[in-house]
């Protein structure tokens, strides 16, 4: 949500609309990360790493797809 401390953290890992996005569902029995965990990938994940991750996302979305599409307009 772009907040920059964990404030909101433990209210937004049950929020049903972030689960439904990054889960596919709203079951508040499975929340997202928690502080902890998402403390962790803040201090851990590297440049090289962070720089991937729209790499990473376009191939999960391609990989999602039933055929590849031919074309990905940005």
Do not use: W
């Amino acid at each position: 949500m772009g907040y920059e401390d964990g404030n909101d953290h433990q209210q937004l890992r049950k929020d049903p609309a972030l689960l439904a996005a990054i889960k596919n569902t709203t079951d508040e029995e499975q929340p997202l990360m928690s502080a902890l965990t998402l403390c962790r990938l803040e201090n851990r994940i590297t440049d090289k790493e962070l720089a991937d991750c729209p790499k990473l996302f376009v191939e999960l979305f391609i990989e999602s797809c039933k055929e590849p599409p031919k074309q990905i307009d940005p």
